[in-house]
């Protein structure tokens, strides 16, 4: 439960358990018909959970666009969150494939579905995970390269002004009643920045959060504050991710840096979250070849930011992201597929 | 047949997405040039509503409360309702929402100050030429239904997040009551009045001052009034972008389905406001007792 995401998706946990089991969407183009009277669609039907933050959304729809035009197979999209379809996966075994799966937030219940054989895990959709922590923008780490870790930020408050507290420097906190505002509150106490002359600004709304790096980018001001990834901000606004400087203790996280009554949270590192793709026992039976797909299909951080950056820029749906996605980096995506489906789905694009 | 069909002719995709693109950009080559500028002519408004924060939240909480009762008892004259604003003060304090409160308080004071120097003079002149009023009416329409996100960020991009793009969300929303009551109240004052007051030779001001002012007052409070309450409903609102005050334990608490908390926040913020719009109700009513009665 660490990552930004679940503080307000577990909440929402019932309403969209309904909405995740019972509306299918149909996926785009030919996707949703395939040739009519053919039955030669050697893995079937499949749903495909699309999650409601924009990394899934281009994820499922580039697995929707892959396993209906390369192998054949009937793909439905269902709109997704990561408790409510992982809880209908484990429960109903429907959607049959969750491509971007945070796996923290369900961690306990997931394993006991994998060690009973219902669910699977595939590949590790973001080999690298989900990252958070506080970072400067990158001009900002060009113009001044002793800026490395969080330590050597918080020697620096005259570069990172405050805007309402005359002297002091400025952190841009976690939007009010996410978790991480916790952790990033604890951060706070543990590197005692109030002591080296800062205040943590709670922004209020990520949409806040973002526009204040918009704005301290359009402007080329310095800029210090908790951020995640992979996001589309990160990529069309270069950042780097300040050192914490010490590793990520799991028992110190659990016992006092992710809760609010943690009266002196020493220094932690945030932890990089497991990102998978979770698959039904019935689709990793039937799936065949296009369960070996997800099994080895991952990408990076810098092309999942760079992608979502250019969705943000064009303002595209998940669906058109995809599809560019496919066009441009054929080298990477043909890595992933058997050479008749890239073949396949090259002649479709 | 082409008219029949469900799908409407919009414009191409493309013209939409460049469309888009192109206001986007032009926004932001406009923060680029001139939002260091904005930023800087806001200044005087932010220091002055973190002098009058300051003053709430450090000066001794006796002497608040005190200064606060006062206020209370030169604009109502009524016992009953200084002592409703001491007793909710207290309880508000004694739940520890002190320091929050009283930054709402700075907040929604320094607001309706602003919302009452805008909104009174456009008011005056609205009142006088029926152009302006087609011009102001349907922009007040906008300010109070356009979604306020839809705002916020784009000033959030201008003039960074905190109080001051907070305070022109708020005077934004709740500005219109102002305008219109006062506006409103001016039409509403007796023709004949006005004849009389030139015949014995009042200038257009001393008309304005001496008697048009003086029988719309009570109208005009009205207006102020709502707006101190529409600045209050905005306090939740306003917090989304980094106001520090009451809201931002109201979303920390929505967020994380904390009843107790969000209760206890969101009955303060009732609070105040109850004590705001007694307050300033019981001063119009006052205002009103030395004026002639309506003829009906």
């Given at each position: 439960?660490?990552?930004?995401?679940?503080?307000?998706?577990?909440?929402?946990?019932?309403?969209?358990?309904?909405?995740?089991?019972?509306?299918?969407?149909?996926?785009?183009?030919?996707?949703?018909?395939?040739?009519?009277?053919?039955?030669?669609?050697?893995?079937?039907?499949?749903?495909?959970?699309?999650?409601?933050?924009?990394?899934?959304?281009?994820?499922?729809?580039?697995?929707?666009?892959?396993?209906?035009?390369?192998?054949?197979?009937?793909?439905?999209?269902?709109?997704?969150?990561?408790?409510?379809?992982?809880?209908?996966?484990?429960?109903?075994?429907?959607?049959?494939?969750?491509?971007?799966?945070?796996?923290?937030?369900?961690?306990?219940?997931?394993?006991?579905?994998?060690?009973?054989?219902?669910?699977?895990?595939?590949?590790?959709?973001?080999?690298?995970?989900?990252?958070?922590?506080?970072?400067?923008?990158?001009?900002?780490?060009?113009?001044?390269?002793?800026?490395?870790?969080?330590?050597?930020?918080?020697?620096?408050?005259?570069?990172?002004?405050?805007?309402?507290?005359?002297?002091?420097?400025?952190?841009?906190?976690?939007?009010?009643?996410?978790?991480?505002?916790?952790?990033?509150?604890?951060?706070?106490?543990?590197?005692?920045?109030?002591?080296?002359?800062?205040?943590?600004?709670?922004?209020?709304?990520?949409?806040?959060?973002?526009?204040?790096?918009?704005?301290?980018?359009?402007?080329?001001?310095?800029?210090?504050?908790?951020?995640?990834?992979?996001?589309?901000?990160?990529?069309?606004?270069?950042?780097?991710?300040?050192?914490?400087?010490?590793?990520?203790?799991?028992?110190?996280?659990?016992?006092?840096?992710?809760?609010?009554?943690?009266?002196?949270?020493?220094?932690?590192?945030?932890?990089?979250?497991?990102?998978?793709?979770?698959?039904?026992?019935?689709?990793?039976?039937?799936?065949?070849?296009?369960?070996?797909?997800?099994?080895?299909?991952?990408?990076?951080?810098?092309?999942?930011?760079?992608?979502?950056?250019?969705?943000?820029?064009?303002?595209?749906?998940?669906?058109?992201?995809?599809?560019?996605?496919?066009?441009?980096?054929?080298?990477?995506?043909?890595?992933?597929?058997?050479?008749?489906?890239?073949?396949?789905?090259?002649?479709?694009? | 047949?082409?008219?029949?069909?469900?799908?409407?002719?919009?414009?191409?995709?493309?013209?939409?997405?460049?469309?888009?693109?192109?206001?986007?950009?032009?926004?932001?080559?406009?923060?680029?040039?001139?939002?260091?500028?904005?930023?800087?002519?806001?200044?005087?408004?932010?220091?002055?509503?973190?002098?009058?924060?300051?003053?709430?939240?450090?000066?001794?909480?006796?002497?608040?409360?005190?200064?606060?009762?006062?206020?209370?008892?030169?604009?109502?004259?009524?016992?009953?309702?200084?002592?409703?604003?001491?007793?909710?003060?207290?309880?508000?304090?004694?739940?520890?929402?002190?320091?929050?409160?009283?930054?709402?308080?700075?907040?929604?004071?320094?607001?309706?100050?602003?919302?009452?120097?805008?909104?009174?003079?456009?008011g005056?002149?609205?009142s006088?030429?029926?152009?302006?009023?087609?011009?102001?009416?349907?922009?007040?329409?906008?300010?109070?239904?356009?979604?306020?996100?839809?705002?916020?960020?784009?000033?959030?991009?201008?003039?960074?997040?905190?109080?001051?793009?907070?305070?022109?969300?708020?005077?934004?929303?709740?500005?219109?009551?102002?305008?219109r009551f006062t506006h409103l109240g001016l039409r509403l004052?007796?023709?004949?009045?006005?004849?009389?007051?030139?015949?014995?030779?009042?200038?257009?001001?001393?008309?304005?001052?001496?008697?048009?002012?003086?029988?719309a007052?009570?109208t005009?409070?009205?207006g102020?009034?709502?707006?101190?309450?529409?600045?209050?409903?905005?306090?939740?609102?306003?917090?989304?972008?980094?106001?520090?005050?009451?809201?931002?334990?109201?979303?920390?608490?929505?967020?994380?389905?904390?009843?107790?908390?969000?209760?206890?926040?969101?009955?303060?913020?009732?609070?105040?406001?109850?004590?705001?719009?007694?307050?300033?109700?019981?001063?119009?009513?006052?205002?009103?007792?030395?004026?002639?009665?309506?003829?009906?």
């Amino acid at each position: 439960m660490s990552l930004p995401h679940f503080s307000i998706l577990a909440g929402a946990a019932a309403l969209a358990l309904l909405a995740a089991c019972s509306k299918p969407e149909p996926a785009t183009g030919p996707a949703a018909a395939p040739a009519a009277g053919t039955q030669a669609t050697p893995c079937g039907r499949v749903t495909v959970a699309n999650m409601n933050w924009q990394s899934a959304e281009v994820l499922a729809h580039v697995d929707a666009l892959i396993l209906s035009k390369g192998y054949g197979c009937e793909v439905e999209l269902v709109p997704g969150d990561t408790v409510p379809t992982l809880t209908a996966m484990m429960e109903k075994g429907q959607p049959d494939v969750a491509p971007e799966a945070w796996v923290n937030a369900v961690r306990e219940p997931l394993d006991a579905a994998v060690k009973q054989g219902r669910l699977h895990y595939a590949a590790n959709a973001l080999p690298e995970g989900g990252i958070e922590g506080l970072w400067i923008p990158k001009y900002l780490a060009d113009a001044h390269p002793e800026i490395k870790t969080i330590d050597d930020a918080l020697k620096r408050p005259d570069l990172f002004p405050a805007p309402e507290a005359k002297g002091k420097g400025a952190i841009y906190g976690c939007p009010s009643g996410w978790t991480c505002q916790i952790t990033v509150g604890n951060a706070f106490k543990a590197w005692d920045a109030k002591a080296k002359g800062f205040v943590l600004v709670d922004p209020g709304s990520a949409a806040a959060l973002d526009g204040s790096i918009a704005k301290a980018y359009e402007r080329q001001q310095p800029w210090l504050g908790y951020y995640w990834g992979p996001t589309s901000i990160l990529g069309r606004y270069a950042m780097v991710k300040l050192d914490a400087g010490v590793p990520h203790d799991p028992a110190a996280w659990e016992n006092c840096n992710a809760k609010l009554e943690c009266l002196q949270p020493a220094k932690n590192d945030w932890a990089r979250a497991q990102v998978s793709t979770v698959v039904t026992d019935r689709f990793k039976q039937a799936g065949g070849p296009a369960f070996d797909y997800l099994n080895k299909r991952s990408w990076n951080h810098q092309t999942v930011n760079t992608l979502m950056a250019w969705m943000s820029a064009q303002q595209a749906s998940g669906a058109d992201g995809a599809r560019h996605f496919l066009k441009t980096q054929p080298e990477l995506w043909k890595t992933w597929v058997t050479p008749e489906a890239a073949a396949k789905l090259q002649a479709q694009l | 047949m082409a008219l029949l069909q469900p799908d409407f002719p919009a414009l191409s995709e493309e013209t939409l997405a460049a469309l888009r693109l192109h206001i986007d950009g032009s926004f932001r080559a406009f923060t680029r040039e001139h939002g260091a500028t904005l930023e800087r002519a806001f200044e005087p408004l932010r220091d002055f509503l973190l002098l009058i924060e300051k003053l709430l939240t450090q000066a001794p909480w006796p002497l608040v409360v005190a200064v606060l009762a006062a206020l209370a008892w030169a604009a109502s004259r009524s016992w009953r309702i200084v002592l409703g604003t001491v007793l909710t003060l207290l309880t508000i304090g004694l739940f520890g929402m002190w320091q929050d409160t009283m930054k709402t308080v700075a907040m929604i004071g320094v607001a309706t100050l602003v919302a009452l120097l805008l909104g009174l003079p456009i008011g005056i002149a609205m009142s006088r030429s029926p152009r302006l009023q087609a011009i102001v009416n349907p922009v007040l329409d906008v300010m109070q239904t356009l979604p306020i996100f839809v705002y916020l960020i784009p000033v959030v991009m201008l003039l960074g997040i905190g109080r001051v793009p907070g305070l022109i969300a708020v005077v934004i929303y709740a500005i219109p009551p102002v305008i219109r009551f006062t506006h409103l109240g001016l039409r509403l004052v007796d023709k004949d009045l006005l004849e009389a007051a030139e015949a014995f030779g009042g200038s257009k001001w001393q008309r304005l001052r001496h008697v048009q002012l003086p029988l719309a007052l009570p109208t005009v409070m009205a207006g102020i009034n709502q707006t101190i309450m529409l600045a209050l409903a905005m306090v939740v609102i306003a917090s989304m972008i980094g106001v520090q005050g009451l809201g931002q334990p109201v979303l920390r608490a929505i967020s994380n389905q904390y009843f107790t908390m969000g209760l206890l926040n969101g009955l303060a913020i009732v609070g105040i406001a109850i004590i705001f719009d007694r307050v300033s109700q019981a001063y119009g009513r006052r205002l009103q007792q030395h004026l002639p009665r309506p003829r009906g």
